[in-house]
């Protein structure tokens, strides 16, 4: 007879002269003492089987888990009856967890298991094996300051990415750098979104599906369950009623913040820091083709460059007015809104903001010149003016340099002529 048979019949006896009668043994009648007689090693964990030995656990463990009290045939399966007559059969969460079970298996974790990937989450993954806790447990895997952690321990493998065909790890990673990782990580706020805020616990799916919470549909609603205020404003938005009216092209909470790289408005490296917001809003409406299929204004962005503000934004003076100045934040209204701030009626108190003593002739300047011959003439051809009496003087201030050092040089040459002579 083998050691590992040994073991194992040794177990079994110990097991038997442990447990009730017969009639009682069946089942999930079998207590957890009789289970540990084999399984159960004070302050070791092996939870898989070694050499053929059985799997051990950590008595201690389990009593302070969530399912301290339940019996082991609970989750193990064929484990009932001593000796096992075969090999249990792998834990199912799902007899008792149904609906995260189901929710599971509809995620893109749970098909990718069921086409055979072994790589993927599992329940043990996130919330741990004979050591689960409740999720509010600050010593739980799944609790929300260290969730984070069990998915970038996954997504921030490249090997795992490139397998995957995921984004690239340093895609993840963003988030540990982000306002919402930094809260996690130096301030310990676990109010702040992390991975199952945005994306789900169990039904995670990819966000081209229309069920996933980071589709592009859901995002201002996944982001408004911390921002409600801001979602507000958004709704009532020319960007939120299109997106609502099917205008995918509309812009939403991660086209203007970003997604993982989010940071704070003040951060230089923000899409929404203020000498970054003209590009950002460029982004669409520099855009020919957004233009034209929606019949809007061209070139805002390339206009407002060639403006006093942008020109004065792009030499550092974040204080000059963006396009967020003018037009709002996250309610943008269309001009012909009389409730817009670049309505006509409104646009002296929006200039009125940087601009206090002006009077309501000061705000009808227009802002986007469009400085071309079809555009503003008047202005194109004083642009065209000033470009070539510039250029005319710059040559011609050249020419004079050029003459003036000729003559220079004549000059010396002259004098040094004359010297010899005067000499001999």
């Given at each position: 007879m083998s050691r590992t048979n040994v073991m194992v019949f040794v177990c079994s006896l110990i097991a038997l002269l442990a447990a009730p009668p017969a009639s009682a043994a069946g089942g999930d009648a079998l207590k957890v003492s009789q289970c540990l007689s084999c399984h159960g090693k004070e302050g070791r964990e092996t939870g898989a089987r070694e050499r053929g030995a059985p799997p051990i656990v950590d008595p201690g463990v389990l009593e302070r888990s969530v399912h301290s009290g339940s019996r082991c045939a609970s989750c193990h399966a064929g484990a009932a009856e001593i000796p096992h007559r075969e090999k249990p059969g792998r834990v199912t969460c799902?007899?008792?967890?149904?609906?995260?079970?189901?929710?599971y298996q509809a995620s893109i974790h749970g098909m990718d298991y069921l086409k055979g990937e072994r790589d993927v989450p599992g329940c043990t993954t996130c919330h741990g094996k004979h050591d689960v806790l409740s999720v509010d447990d600050p010593r739980s895997v799944a609790f929300s300051l260290?969730?984070?952690?069990?998915?970038?321990?996954?997504?921030?493998?490249?090997?795992?990415e490139m397998e995957h065909a995921l984004p690239g790890a340093e895609y993840f990673k963003a988030y540990r750098d982000s306002v919402h990782g930094m809260a996690v990580k130096r301030a310990g706020l676990n109010?702040?979104?992390?991975?199952?805020?945005?994306?789900?616990?169990?039904?995670?799916?990819?966000?081209d599906n229309p069920g996933s919470k980071v589709n592009?549909?859901?995002?201002?609603?996944?982001?408004?369950?911390?921002?409600?205020?801001?979602?507000?404003?958004?709704?009532?938005?020319?960007?939120?009623?299109?997106?609502?009216?099917?205008?995918?092209?509309?812009?939403?909470?991660?086209?203007?913040?970003?997604?993982h790289t989010i940071v704070k408005v003040t951060d230089p490296s923000a899409k929404v820091y203020a000498k970054n917001i003209p590009r950002t809003c460029g982004s669409c409406h520099e855009s020919e083709v957004i233009s034209s299929r929606y019949a809007l204004p061209k070139k805002?962005?390339?206009?407002?460059?060639?403006?006093?503000?942008?020109?004065?934004?792009?030499?550092?003076?974040?204080?000059?007015?963006n396009c967020a100045s003018c037009h709002g934040y996250h309610l943008v209204l269309p001009s012909s809104d009389p409730k817009s701030q670049v309505n006509v009626n409104n646009i002296p108190t929006t200039c009125g903001q940087c601009h206090p003593k002006t009077s309501v002739n000061f705000a009808r300047g227009k802002i986007h010149v469009e400085v071309s011959r079809e555009g503003h003439k008047g202005v194109w051809m004083v642009r065209v003016f000033y470009t070539l009496f510039i250029t005319a003087l710059a040559l011609l201030f050249i020419l004079h340099i050029g003459f003036d050092l000729v003559q220079r040089?004549?000059?010396?040459?002259?004098?040094?002529?004359?010297?010899?002579?005067?000499?001999?």
């Open positions: 799902g007899s008792c967890h149904e609906s995260a079970a189901s929710s260290n969730i984070v952690d069990v998915c970038l321990g996954c997504h921030e493998d490249e090997q795992v109010v702040a979104a992390v991975c199952p805020d945005c994306h789900g616990n169990h039904k995670i799916l990819p966000a592009r549909l859901q995002i201002p609603s996944d982001c408004g369950k911390c921002h409600p205020g801001i979602q507000k404003d958004y709704d009532e938005s020319i960007h939120g009623k299109g997106l609502r009216a099917g205008i995918m092209d509309s812009p939403v909470c991660t086209d203007c913040h970003g997604e805002r962005f390339s206009t407002y460059m060639d403006s006093f503000h942008g020109i004065a934004l792009e030499f550092g003076m974040t204080k000059t007015a040089k004549r000059d010396r040459k002259g004098k040094r002529a004359g010297s010899g002579e005067e000499r001999g």
